[in-house]
């Protein structure tokens, strides 16, 4: 483990990190050794944010065609 931070910490990698990016990791990395469902369970909250991002965009396009602006 001690080489591995060596190693992330050599590249700058944790330093570009930001704060709460830095904080999911760390917690996804000591979590990861109790309970890798959590992860799962937050990659499954991620894909529905993302989910609902498009559903709102499509209807929102849909709308923007059904109701011109212009009429």
Do not use: Q, W
């Amino acid at each position: 483990m001690r080489d591995a931070n060596a190693h992330l910490s050599g590249n700058g990698v944790l330093a570009k990190m930001s704060y709460s990016r830095l904080r999911l990791f760390i917690i996804f990395v000591v979590v990861d050794a109790y309970d890798s469902s959590l992860m799962e369970a937050y990659a499954n909250l991620e894909a529905y944010r993302l989910v609902k991002t498009i559903r709102c965009s499509m209807s929102r396009a849909e709308t923007e065609r059904n109701y011109p602006l212009g009429s």
